[in-house]
C-alpha cells in the first residue's frame, strides 16, 4: 500500500500563502488515484479541502475554492496544496490522503503536518 | 456545505454497545450510499473503519458495523473495548465530486 508524507513550513504569516507537500512513496503515483488534503483545525473536526486526479482534474471544498490550488507532480511523486491570504482559522494540522477513483472514501492518510498562522 | 452533525460524546462499559449517529441532508447522506467513518487516536491520522455505509475494510474488527436510514448514518461499536476510546467522524459524498465530514464524536470507555 501506498505510504503519504506531508511536509512544509510549520508557521505563515497572516496574509501570506501555505504551501504543502505530499510525497507518496513507492516510486510511483498511482494513476488510478485521486490525492485529497483534509485539515483539522487544532481541537476540532475534519475539514474536507479538495483533491486532485491529474493536471487540470481537481474538485475544491465550494468555502475554500477561490483561495485553494492542488498541483500534482508525477516525476517528482508528490502533491502539492497552496492556501493563499491565510487567517488564523487556517491555523491545523493538514493531512494529505488518497482516494482510489470511483471509490468514495479514504485510505491511506499521511501523518499530518501542523501549520500555525500566526506573525 | 455544512457538517454533517456528530454527537459531541458517548460513552460505555467495556462489553457494552455504544451507537454514533451522523445526521446530514438529502443532498448528502439522504442521496448518496457513500458513508465513510473514521477512527482517530489523539495525536494520529484518521483510520478507515468503515466504507459505502455498512463495509469493513480486512483488519477492523467485526464489532464495528454501519447502517443508515434517510439522511441519517449510524456507527455502532459492539462489545465495546478499551482501545476502541477514540474520535470518530463520519463523511459523506454530497454531490458535485465534494466531500463533507461530521462534526466528530468522542467515545469514552468507563
Known amino acids: 500500500q501506498e505510504q503519504l508524507q506531508e511536509s512544509g513550513p510549520g508557521l505563515v504569516k497572516p496574509s501570506g500563502t501555505l504551501s504543502l507537500t505530499c510525497a507518496v512513496s513507492?516510486?510511483?503515483?498511482?494513476?488510478?488515484?485521486?490525492y485529497n488534503w483534509v485539515r483539522q483545525p487544532p481541537g476540532k473536526g475534519l475539514e474536507w479541502i479538495g483533491e486532485?486526479?491529474?493536471?487540470?482534474?481537481?474538485n475544491y471544498n465550494p468555502s475554500l475554492k477561490s483561495r485553494v490550488t492542488i498541483s500534482i507532480d508525477r516525476s517528482k511523486t508528490q502533491v502539492s496544496l497552496t492556501l493563499t491570504s491565510v487567517t488564523a482559522a487556517d491555523t491545523a494540522v493538514y493531512f494529505c490522503?488518497?482516494?482510489?477513483?470511483?471509490?468514495?472514501?479514504?485510505?491511506?492518510w499521511g501523518q499530518g503536518t501542523l501549520v500555525t498562522v500566526s506573525s | 456545505q455544512s457538517a454533517l452533525t456528530q454527537p459531541r460524546s458517548v460513552s460505555g462499559s467495556p462489553g457494552q454497545s455504544v451507537t454514533i449517529s451522523c445526521t446530514g441532508t438529502?443532498?448528502?447522506?439522504?442521496?448518496?450510499?457513500?458513508v465513510s467513518w473514521y477512527q482517530q487516536h489523539p495525536g494520529k491520522a484518521p483510520k478507515l473503519m468503515i466504507y459505502?455505509?455498512?463495509e469493513r475494510p480486512s483488519g477492523v474488527p467485526d464489532r464495528f458495523s454501519g447502517s443508515k436510514s434517510a439522511n441519517t448514518a449510524s456507527l455502532t461499536i459492539s462489545g465495546l473495548q478499551a482501545e476502541d476510546e477514540a474520535d470518530y467522524y463520519c463523511?459523506?459524498?454530497?454531490?458535485?465530486?465534494?466531500?463533507?465530514f461530521g462534526t466528530g464524536t468522542k467515545v469514552t470507555v468507563l
Open positions: 513507492g516510486g510511483f503515483i498511482n494513476s488510478g488515484n485521486w
Open positions: 463523511c459523506s459524498y454530497a454531490g458535485s465530486y465534494t466531500f463533507v
Open positions: 438529502s443532498s448528502d447522506i439522504g442521496d448518496y450510499h457513500y
Open positions: 486532485i486526479f491529474r493536471p487540470g482534474s481537481t
Open positions: 490522503a488518497s482516494r482510489k477513483e470511483l471509490y468514495n472514501w479514504f485510505d491511506p
Open positions: 459505502d455505509v455498512t
